[in-house]
């Protein structure tokens, strides 16, 4: 008789056990749940915010202003910038030629940097 009173209490150890997995299961759960339901409220207040609404000032965008030649933030902007060309009467070159872009490609030894004409592998032809 004394090996199934252990294997009762070990039976009613393993109930306990399971009813505590359950209860924390429950437990987390929940929390999911409750943090799903607030990303998604945060979410709709998101997509409905609007900055420059009338006494909402601190969460007014700060503008920043950027200079597309220099590529630079808070110095100055494009049209203020001292090599625009409107400012100095002259066009600077900031982009590369249409020559400058194309790379020259060998068909002989597939590789960029020279045509096949000038391919120092043309005379190991087989």
């Known amino acids: 008789g004394g090996g199934s009173g252990g294997s009762s209490r070990g039976m009613e150890e393993l ?8 209860f924390a299961n429950e437990q987390l759960l929940s929390k999911l749940s409750l ?5 998604q409220e945060t979410r709709e207040r998101l997509r409905k915010f609007d900055p420059h609404a009338a006494g909402d000032a ?7 202003t950027y200079c597309d030649i220099c590529e630079a933030f808070d110095k100055h902007d494009t049209l203020e910038c001292p090599s625009n060309p409107l400012n100095m009467g002259e066009v600077p070159r900031v982009r590369k030629t249409k020559a400058e872009l194309e790379r020259p490609y ?14 120092p592998e043309a005379s190991m032809t087989y």
């Not at 109930?15 to 359950?22: D, H, R, S």
């Not at 002989?108 to 004409?117: D, I, K, M, R, S």
């Open 15 to 22: 109930l306990i056990e399971k009813e505590k997995l359950a």
């Open 35 to 39: 943090a799903e339901h607030q990303l």
């Open 58 to 64: 601190k969460a007014a965008a700060v503008v920043r």
């Open 106 to 119: 060998c068909e002989t030894c597939e590789q960029f940097g020279h045509l096949a004409e000038d391919c």
